[in-house]
């Protein structure tokens, strides 16, 4: 129930390109769905997060796309650059349990 | 957002050992969350420290084990007791503004040897 998949394990993408990474869940509880972005010896740092009320939140080249009925949600990076190569972790939480459920990560490599 | 800081950043200890992690936050939060990173790996909760009370601890993970403090609302520590080589981790303290938003150190990499 508290499980969240996300899916490609990596992602290798061109410059300018769009970068989309999925995730889904089970526990229809959860009503808080973050992004985080990792580089390597940091911290992950939030990137964009939606609630279920809306479909789509967009922050720059930054959108989440949000299926209620379906369960997933999505992070597509527009413009890619190599910038952004770094891991990608889906997040999901609900006011009845406030820490945070990671998925498993995707390794994003945008190539010059 | 938050300003955390972690200290050590980094650490390589001896198998048996006990290493305690600070996390310090630059303003007062309610909940304060510990995360183990297993290499390349994903993120999984330890424990959630709340002032004033016994930490709840995750399947999986004991006080014995992880025992941890919250004195003040801006402070805790983690500890890694007896530690072994499958400890080897990054250890990292997060925080909580406005209702579930989470902020992350930048973390304590330990390897134990």
């Known amino acids: 129930q508290q499980q969240v998949k996300q899916s490609p394990q990596s992602l290798i993408v061109q410059k300018g390109g769009i970068s989309i990474i999925n995730c889904a869940y089970e526990?229809?509880?959860?009503?808080?769905f973050p992004w985080y972005q990792q580089f390597p010896g940091k911290g992950p740092a939030l990137l964009i997060a939606?609630?279920?009320?809306?479909s789509e939140k967009k922050e720059g080249r930054f959108t989440i796309s949000f299926n209620k009925s379906a369960k997933q949600f999505s992070l597509h990076i527009m413009d890619s650059q190599p910038g952004d190569s770094a891991t990608y972790f889906c997040?999901?939480?609900?006011?009845?349990?406030?820490?945070?459920?990671f998925g498993s990560g995707t390794r994003l490599q945008v190539q010059p | 957002s938050a300003v955390i800081s972690q200290k050590p950043s980094r650490d390589i200890c001896q198998r048996g050992t006990s290493l305690t992690i600070q996390c310090q936050v630059d303003?007062?939060?309610?909940?304060m969350f510990w995360y183990r990173q297993q290499p390349g790996q994903s993120l999984t909760l330890i424990a959630t420290?709340?002032?004033?009370?016994?930490?709840?601890?995750e399947s999986g993970f004991v006080i014995d084990k992880f025992p941890i403090s919250r004195p003040n609302l801006t402070f805790s520590t983690l500890t890694v007791s007896n530690m072994s080589p499958e400890d080897s981790s990054i250890y990292l303290c997060?925080?909580?503004?406005?209702?579930?938003?989470?902020?992350f150190g930048q973390g304590t990499r330990l390897t134990v040897v």
């Open positions: 997060s925080v909580e503004r406005g209702h579930t938003e989470a902020f």
């Open positions: 526990n229809t509880a959860f009503d808080y």
């Open positions: 939606i609630r279920p009320d809306v």
């Open positions: 997040a999901a939480a609900h006011t009845g349990r406030r820490a945070l459920t």
């Open positions: 303003s007062q939060v309610t909940m």
């Open positions: 420290a709340n002032q004033g009370s016994e930490a709840t601890y």
